[in-house]
T-cell receptor, first 113, second 116 residues
Framework: EDKVVQSPLSLVVHEGDTVTLNCSYEVTNFRSLLWYKQEKKAPTFLFMLTSSGIEKKSGRLSSILDKKELFSILNITATQTGDSAVYLCAVGSGGTSYGKLTFGQGTILTVHP | NAGVMQNPRHLVRRRGQEARLRCSPVKGHSHVYWYRQLPEEGLKFMVYLQKENIIDESGMPKERFSAEFPKEGPSILRIQQVVRGDSAAYFC??????????????FGPGTRLTVL
């Protein structure tokens, strides 16, 4: 059975801190790894990673994938209170069902002023 | 530029009633996915549909749950004879037809089902 594990489960920091969120996975027919941000509504797409070692950046957020060690990290620099959310890692698998995403349990990030 | 739309946003049902949840994908997307998020748990895959076809329903409970995505109109997730354990947030996502984009899924706002 496909498995995605995120750590830590929760994290409390102050504005301006840098955080690193971790995601490890065990899936058959790996196709991609995705990061989402979920506030009190729909998960919002952040990144999709398919190749090892290539960093994706969007403002203060960045992410990288290691397909050999089967993990990814999401970095957030100079955190702001608006970054408070649940960050979800998901892995897309192939085979007969190209679309299925397997999600981790999420990391709850709280940023205090 | 409409994203994924779901309705209703909130649905209250009594035990034994039926719940119908609707999802309209992003314009031009023909792949729809349903996920369930139970309280304090992560998102769990339920079913993957293309127009008029169920591709993967490995995450659907064997009884009471069904899904469809007709040629015209929204995708429907139907739960018959609801029980309290069905209370959850149900999210719909869609992706484009390009095989490389199957996993790049965009989510709707969810329907929060409460069973009394």
């Amino acid at each position: 059975e496909d498995k995605v594990v995120q750590s830590p489960l929760s994290l409390v920091v102050h504005e301006g801190d840098t955080v690193t969120l971790n995601c490890s996975y065990e899936v058959t027919n790996f196709r991609s790894l995705l990061w989402y941000k979920q506030e009190k509504k729909a998960p919002t797409f952040l990144f999709m990673l398919t190749s090892s070692g290539i960093e994706k950046k969007s403002g203060r957020l960045s992410s990288i994938l290691d397909k050999k060690e089967l993990f990814s990290i999401l970095n957030i620099t100079a955190t702001q209170t608006g970054d408070s959310a649940v960050y979800l890692c998901a892995v897309g698998s192939g085979g007969t069902s190209y679309g299925k995403l397997t999600f981790g349990q999420g990391t709850i990030l709280t940023v205090h002023p | 530029n409409a994203g994924v739309m779901q309705n209703p946003r909130h649905l209250v049902r009594r035990r034994g009633q039926e719940a119908r949840l609707r999802c309209s994908p992003v314009k031009g997307h023909s792949h729809v996915y349903w996920y369930r998020q139970l309280p304090e748990e992560g998102l769990k895959f339920m079913v993957y549909l293309q127009k008029e076809n169920i591709i993967d329903e490995s995450g659907m409970p064997k009884e009471r749950f069904s899904a469809e995505f007709p040629k015209e109109g929204p995708s429907i997730l139907r739960i018959q004879q609801v029980v309290r354990g069905d209370s959850a947030a149900y999210f719909c996502a869609s992706s484009a037809t390009d095989r490389g984009s199957y996993n790049e899924q965009f989510f709707g706002p969810g329907t929060r089902l409460t069973v009394l």
